[in-house]
């Protein structure tokens, strides 16, 4: 019974990996709508963040396209400062990852 409820969280889980769009900075959009849909906007490499995360919360991927420095739009508003996590290639700690750990607590 228990080997299910951990299937089922981790299934869950999964529906919460958030999708990126990689703005392309040859043809950035001129005019966005209005309309709020709540995405985080990631900045590039030119820009020095002293805080995780090195992003700004927009109303859309038009919107967060738009602004020079960023180089991809993820959906969701971002996490909050301080966050164990990271968009890319590093370990991002979030439910997925917490449940696992307790999987192999559990094998252990």
Known sequence: M???????LLVLSLSNVKSDTVCDP?????????????????????VQCFA????????NVCQGCK?????????GVCPPTGVISNSGSKVQLSFLGTM??????LIN
């Open 2 to 8: 228990l080997k299910v409820f951990i299937i089922t």
């Open 26 to 46: 040859s043809n950035r959009p001129t005019v966005c709508s209005a309309d709020y849909v709540g995405v985080c906007a990631w900045f590039d490499k030119t």
């Open 52 to 59: 995780f995360p090195c992003a700004i919360t927009t109303g």
């Open 67 to 75: 602004m020079t420095n960023v180089e991809k739009v993820t959906d």
């Open 100 to 105: 696992l750990l307790f999987l192999i607590y």
